[in-house]
Nanobody
């Protein structure tokens, strides 16, 4: 499974960006997918995820501002509104094999994209 992200860029605080992720191979409904981010000097953290039942989870820091959507089983979008400078990071799309919990623990996800940079200026 290969994952390719797109849609990163630079924006001022309060602005919006939409990230997209496409899997090169058909991912069945039994997979979980998620978005993670990593800022310089910090650990990778979960942003949002969707499990095989369609349940979506968000990190507390992005609730109410970020929205995950999935048009097809092998795509995953992340709409980011009201961006803050602390959202600046490299954002990664990830997928976990069947049996996954669909949570925000990076260790559960075996497949990762190369990442796309998001920079929010104040």
């Amino acid at each position: 499974v290969q994952l390719v992200e797109s849609g990163g860029g630079s924006v001022q605080a309060g602005g919006s960006l939409r990230l997209s992720c496409v899997a090169s191979k058909y991912i069945y409904r039994s997979y979980c997918m998620g978005w993670f981010r990593q800022a310089p000097g910090k650990e990778r953290e979960g942003v949002g995820s969707i499990d095989s039942s369609g349940r979506i989870r968000y990190a507390e820091s992005v609730k109410g501002r970020f929205t995950i959507s999935q048009d097809t089983v092998n795509t995953l979008d992340l709409q980011m509104n009201t961006l803050k400078p602390e959202d600046t990071a490299k954002y990664y799309c990830a997928a976990a094999s069947p049996g996954c919990s669909g949570g925000l623990f990076a260790g559960e996800y075996a497949y990762w994209g190369q990442g796309t940079q998001v920079t929010v200026s104040s």
